[in-house]
């Protein structure tokens, strides 16, 4: 299984490589040593990760360069904007035209977007987003792996299942080698090539075991490495990279100072942002965003949510409803509607609109069956599969009944590329921008 298309690469300018897919020029980071213009290379975040042997790029090419168009003409087909317009809001005409042409739709009008409630309004806000996020971004849909290596956690964040608080929970680490081997598997076996590790804020791995743990990783598999273990420190962040991390996951959870502050008790809102921006400086991919629906929670907290997000260059939004566990002060709060999670997805392509990954949340998946059809046709185009093995996963309880925990990997993953295909996308990440 493949989750991304080799590309051959046509230039080599430093760093940069200009990578041909189909006729279609995208640049890749290069950090690959002995990288030759007439290589065929996979690209993942916009970092040249492997060069593939050429007989085996021209096999799979073979088979992709028949799908390849096909899926093109289905995507562009329920793309198409026919906005139909008669009895509706002229506001809602005027900025969903200025969000067509990809003109710069101003916060008012943003919050304005996020305010709606009709169906018939909501239905041309999702379209005129899932316009931009073909127009700009094709139909390429990143497909991330996740592993989940330790449920243990030193924090007590007043909505997550697996806070310190929650004394119920059966707890596991794995070890150094579980991971890696679970991280061979999910490349070898199931072909993704980026991952994620993430767990709790477990003070049991320190940050020279993650960077052992990264390097183990990297000198057996070309693989996209993020981070997702909390706060580590500036100077953890910067080891964790030259171990060879390169993307962090690290939701800001709430833009509202106050909102985050009465949900993360003894928690600095600052140092969490800190992170952030450091990390992007460090040259990290950012993958950011909060929850929907937390009590309390504004339109205009949603809004500057997604301006943060924009604003700590978020290279993936990742934004989910809260979901209440039973075990926690926020048993009792009430979820958010499916439309309320797919208005700030929407809103994040419009206010994004050319660069923008936009995942579809698990959270969301478990909130409604339907989420990645919804979603993705919202302007949403990643998805993130969970690759921790079936033993360990049930317990990375963060909020209940969470979808797909029952599903081995294979059957995700089939199910995952027969919505893909449905709806005309293709399972690639082909880099950071048009050459
Ligand atoms: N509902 C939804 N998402 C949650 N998370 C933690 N608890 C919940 C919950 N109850 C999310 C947080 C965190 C991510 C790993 O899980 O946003 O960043």
């Known amino acids: 299984m493949c989750y991304a298309i080799p590309g051959k690469v046509e230039k ?41 042997p050429e007989k085996e790029a021209l096999e799979i090419l073979a088979v992709w360069k028949e799908t390849f168009f096909e899926l093109q003409d289905v995507d562009m087909r329920l793309s198409r904007l026919d906005l139909e317009k008669k009895g509706i809001d002229k506001k809602l005409t005027r900025i969903l035209d200025i969000a067509a042409e990809c003109r710069t739709v101003k916060a008012d009008d943003l919050l304005y977007l996020l305010k709606l409630e009709k169906d018939e309004e909501l239905d041309l806000l999702f379209k005129t987003a899932n316009f931009l996020r073909r127009k700009y971004l094709g139909n390429s849909c990143c497909v ?57 804020e477990d003070p049991s791995y320190s940050v020279e075991d993650l960077c052992e743990l990264i390097r183990e990783i990297k000198s057996k598999i070309p693989v996209l490495i993020f981070i ?30 106050k909102l985050y502050q009465a949900l993360h008790p003894g928690k600095d809102y600052a140092s969490r942002i800190k992170h952030l921006e450091e990390a992007y400086k460090i040259g990290y991919l950012i993958i950011t965003g909060g929850l929907i629906g937390l009590p309390n929670q ?29 075990e926690t002060p926020l048993a009792k709060a009430p979820p958010p509607k499916t439309k309320d999670v797919l208005k700030v997805l929407a809103v994040a392509r419009i206010a994004d609109p050319k660069n923008a990954k936009i995942l579809v949340t698990t959270g969301f998946e478990t909130l409604d069956i339907k989420a990645r059809e919804e979603g993705l046709m919202a302007g949403a185009n990643s998805v993130m599969l969970n690759v921790t093995p079936d033993e360990f996963k049930k317990n990375y309880s963060i909020y209940p009944n969470r979808a797909h925990i029952d599903e081995p990997l294979q059957e995700q993953i089939e199910k995952t590329l027969a919505i893909l295909r449905g709806l005309g996308r293709a399972p690639t990440d082909l880099g950071i921008s048009n050459a």
């Open 228 to 257: 997702s273990v909390g706060e580590v420190g500036i100077t953890g962040l910067k080891k964790l990279y030259d171990a060879g991390a390169r993307g962090l996951l690290m939701r800001f959870e709430a833009s509202n100072p």
């Open 12 to 52: 080599i300018e430093g760093k940069i490589a200009t990578v041909n897919y189909f006729g279609e020029k995208k640049t890749a980071l290069n950090e690959l040593v002995s990288l030759k213009v007439g290589d065929y290379i996979y690209a993942q975040g916009g970092f040249a990760i492997e060069v593939v």
């Open 144 to 200: 991330h792996g996740i592993i989940e290596f330790s449920n243990y956690c030193s924090q007590d964040c007043s909505y997550c299942g697996i806070s310190i608080q929650n004394k119920s929970l059966q707890r596991y680490r794995m070890t150094k080698e579980q991971i890696v081997a679970s991280a061979i598997e999910a490349h070898d076996k199931y072909g993704f090539k980026a991952l994620v590790l993430q767990s709790g």
């Open 298 to 326: 504004t339109a205009e907290d949603l809004l500057s949510d997604i301006l943060l997000a924009k604003k700590l260059h978020a290279e993936m939004y990742t934004f989910g409803p809260f979901l209440p566990h039973p």
